[in-house]
């Protein structure tokens, strides 16, 4: 997808590393409130359409408080369950 290699579920991907960047696809709604609390944008694959349920994450690694790692375990635990759908 994407012209990317990523993790997959059933041949499905649900998220992968676009120039650097974390790419994880979840529900358009929960997409929605990443983007409207600046953690993260719509992805564009490129050709200037963005992805609704494809999320570009915005990390600040190693300056996350405990809190925050929480919140990116609980994240990546959705994605993983929702990946592909």
């Known amino acids: 997808m ?35 609390s600046n953690a993260g944008k719509l992805f564009d694959p490129g050709h ?5 349920e494809w999320c570009r994450l915005i990390l600040e690694l190693g300056v996350l408080g405990s809190s925050s790692r929480t919140k990116q375990r609980t994240l990546s635990r959705t ?7």
């Open 79 to 85: 994605t993983y369950q929702t990946g592909g759908r």
């Open 48 to 52: 200037g359409r963005l992805m609704k």
């Open 2 to 36: 994407f012209g990317s290699e990523g993790l997959k579920i059933g041949g499905k991907v649900f998220a992968m590393l676009v120039k650097g960047q974390l790419v994880v696809k979840l529900p358009a709604l929960q997409v929605q409130g990443i983007v409207n």
